[in-house]
């Protein structure tokens, strides 16, 4: 029996090799355009798609292999003597071995300014149907569509003429979830394109990054999936420079500690523990804004993680190289900080680019038989919108630690409060059951600081208990969203201690 394979690419890694090899273990080539030709120019003999068919290429190459003697070959059962049969009376040859990878759908969609028209040219037909067929019927034929897996089908087919069900089945499974994923993409465009906010389905597909060593705890299993089409501005498409391999509790802390940091235009330092932040600090440079988060806790920044949103100097590297992190992240390091800081084995370095910080993308959030879907928190505190309740206007200087205090407190987990000066964080109060608890875990913190300092609440406040409690510890001017039922009497709390309050119309939950 001529034992056949059926080889077209748009990515033509390796191809020329495998086929060589191919055909050195008496494989018949079937082909079709751009493969064909370039396995030609190689001097691979080969057979075009159309005189298997004695059908040409029709619509600018649209159709070309969707035909029966394409298709009857690929889907006949080898070992089922009516399908042998039938081949026979069509004159249809089995094909034994497919391999086929799909016009680059994603990589066009991913280009900036990338016309309706050319993205629809790249919705690949014929290939998916080749794959899908050959799939399906992996009993008996072998489907390629990762170049990595080359060598593999090769060194088996020269030790024993044949690939072993387990594999086939193996790169079957690979097939399906490679067409998965295109497919995904595809009515990720579309939808986008139409504009659906809630579509009646949603499949969203993600590469495996890396597997990790476990989860959360050392008893979960787990591993690290990136959207290629996301956002560059993001810990899954950071640069790791130095360092150990990152863990899951790494990943999450780090995405935080960036969300975070990209809320500041000035130099800031953000450091993060537990995906709440413990330290936040702004200054003239990466340095002074870095003294101003650790001196905000210098407790709980051990063993934390650190972003920046400047370069990382080699001043920076000094105060950094002392305590115990476990990740720094920035926009760069200079040669001076890259030395010094990589002589810590264990420290992760990460890079990400700050010119793509204002991309925003779609939250998932995993629930117990179901998918969260929802825009991310991106909106701006818009200062014209702000309304003073109170008899007293804030300062200056006590709106410049309000905004502080707000782009931080849209970060913590709620109940939140924040306590803050102009420059730092002074006390953070996170995912507390009842508002009066967070601002008293956050007053505790800040202690004698609170003097003269600022409050940020996420949510409104319910009752007067907070205002109380913020005046007690000297707190001179409070930012929150408003809204309650009850907001007179914070309102009234809040006149009766002299303190100015400004409603947002804007809350931050974050669970």
Known sequence: MVKRALISVSDKTGIVEFVQKLIALD???????????????????????????????????????????????????????????????????????????????????AKPNVTVEDAIENIDIGGPTMLRAAAK????????????????VIDMLKASGTVDIETRRKLAAKVFRHTAAYDAYIAGYMTELTGEESPERVTYTYELKQPLR???NPHQQAAFYVNPLGAEFSIAHAQQHHGKELSYNNIRDADAALQIVREFEQPAAVAVKHMNPCGVGIGED?????????????????????????????????????????????????????????????????????????????????????????D????????????????????????????????VVRHVKSNAIVVANEEMTLGIGAGQMNRVGAAKIALEQAGEKAKGAVLASDAFFPMADTVEAAAKAGITAIIQPGGSVRDEESIQAANKAGIAMVFTGVRHFKH
């Open 27 to 109: 494989y018949e080539i079937i082909s079709t355009g751009g493969t064909k030709t370039i396995l030609e120019e190689n001097g691979l003999a080969v057979k075009g798609v159309e005189s298997i068919t004695g059908f040409p290429e029709i619509l600018e190459g649209r159709v070309k292999t969707l035909h029966p003697f394409v298709h009857g070959g690929l889907l006949a059962k080898h070992d089922v003597p009516e399908h042998q049969a039938q081949l026979e009376a069509q004159g249809i040859t089995p094909i034994h071995l497919v391999c086929v990878n799909l016009y680059p759908f994603q990589q066009t969609i």
């Open 286 to 374: 990466a340095s002074t804004a870095f003294a101003k988060a650790y001196q905000a806790d210098p407790t709980s920044i051990f063993g934390g993680i650190i972003a920046f949103n400047r370069i990382v100097d080699e001043e920076t590297a000094q105060q950094l190289y002392d305590i115990f992190l476990e990740i720094i992240v920035a926009p760069a390091f200079t040669e001076e900080a890259s030395a010094l800081l990589t002589k810590k084995k264990n420290l992760r370095l990460l890079t990400v680019p700050f010119e793509t910080k204002g991309e925003t993308e779609k939250m998932l959030t995993s629930v117990a038989g179901g998918l969260l879907v929802q």
């Open 137 to 152: 019927n992996h009993q008996y034929v072998t489907v390629v569509v990762d170049a990595a897996d080359y060598d593999q």
């Open 376 to 407: 991310q928190d991106a909106k701006v505190l818009d200062e014209d919108a702000l309304k003073v309740m109170t008899e007293r206007t804030p300062t200056a200087e006590e709106m410049k630690a309000l905004q502080l205090g707000w782009k």
């Open 214 to 216: 476990y989860g959360e």
